[in-house]
């Protein structure tokens, strides 16, 4: 009962950005300095060329990481996104494999699939298709990918292991998992678990050691971090036009606010939050 209402409110919290944005804002992820979300997404490795050459409304800035990078995608492969939203790491997958290869995005909400399916047609994306369901039961059959991959999403789910175990299901022998994703390198105080919102990033994120022995429980061998970066720098920190994704629990509606507009205590639990986690991008392989 427990994920089915962390589910329910994290669909909700992601209903509300696909359709209202960020207080009518571009979307932003849970830090972002007072700049457009496409250089908030450089600053996780996406390219301007990458950027560029995708549908503009499929970035919604929501990562943290550019999962397409570190993949090594070869044509003809088929790529399973696990939480794709607006399509953005899709789109990115979709020039790599070409013509004979396949995308599949996997959301739990319709939302965002409307988005993604929208974005996919006026770019004509005919090697995309984007399904319905939930990263913890994919609606796909066993050994269909070559390669799976996730940007910022695993963290939101209770259960990590059963969305590892979905993925090596339907991962092909041989085939390989590429996730950038949030972790903690501390824990946090309980009060700020308690506090944060579902939709939060941290609120059911887990410490390093932990995600990584998650992975490697289900059977995936040559688990390895090829990127570890601070998810929110000392500089975005100490600048109080930073901005943070507040959510109204009654409303449930997100919106963006600068440290400075936070009251002392919201600030300093908001500061604590920001230097506990860290962006790592990992691979790993289906023996």
């Not at 004979?100 to 965002?112: F, L, S, Y």
């Not at 789910?157 to 998992?177: D, W």
């Amino acid at each position: 009962m427990a994920e089915d209402l962390n589910r329910k409110r994290v669909r909700e919290g992601y209903r509300k950005i696909a359709n209202e944005g960020l207080c009518g804002t571009a979307s932003a992820s849970c830090c972002e300095s007072a700049t457009p979300r496409d250089k908030l997404s450089k600053r996780f490795g996406y390219t301007r060329d990458e950027l560029n050459a995708i549908p503009k409304a499929s970035n919604l800035g929501l990562g943290c990481g550019n999962p397409v990078a570190f993949a090594s995608l070869r044509e003809g492969e088929t790529i399973i996104d696990l939480g794709s939203g607006a399509g953005v790491d899709c789109f990115l997958a979709a020039r790599k494999v070409g013509e004979r290869g396949k995308v599949i995005g996997i959301d739990m909400t319709p939302e965002m699939l409307d988005s993604a399916r929208e974005n996919a047609r006026k770019g004509d994306y005919t090697n995309v298709e984007f399904r319905l369901g939930e990263i913890e039961h994919l609606p796909v059959a066993d050994n269909t990918a070559d390669v799976i991959i996730s940007n910022c999403v695993i963290n939101l789910t209770i259960n990590k292991k059963q969305v590892y175990e979905e993925a090596f299901r339907v991962l092909k022998p041989g085939g390989r998992i590429m996730v950038s994703d949030l972790v903690l390198r501390k824990e946090l105080p309980s009060v700020i678990r308690e506090k944060a919102h579902p939709s939060s990033c941290i609120k059911t994120a887990i410490l390093k050691d932990k995600y990584l022995k998650t992975i490697e429980a289900v059977g995936f061998v040559d688990v390895r971090i090829l990127d570890e970066r601070e998810y929110c720098s000392e500089e975005l920190l100490g600048d109080p036009d930073a901005k943070v994704i507040v959510v109204d629990r009654n409303t449930n509606s997100p919106e963006l606010k600068s440290l400075s507009e936070l009251d002392k205590k919201s600030r300093e639990m908001a500061e604590k939050v920001l230097a506990s986690t860290l962006s790592i991008s990992i691979s790993a392989i289906k023996p």
